[in-house]
């Protein structure tokens, strides 16, 4: 039996700080797959796009998202 696919995930928050720690915590779990990091919105819309992520971790008061 093969494991299961890990969870994408995309982290958008623009503290750069903030997005590495919690990059660094989510990577402890096998299951989960962090597959980019955006610091505004035209940079998590490009990735949601090619990346395809099943999660979005998204700062509610990212400046360009309404």
Known sequence: M???SPIRILIVDDHAMFRQGLKLL???DAGLQVVGEAAD???????AAREEP???LLD???EGFD
């Open 54 to 56: 099943h999660v979005i």
């Open 60 to 62: 509610v008061d990212l």
């Open 2 to 4: 093969t494991a299961p």
């Open 26 to 28: 989510l990577q402890r």
């Open 41 to 47: 919105a035209e940079e998590a819309l490009t990735l």
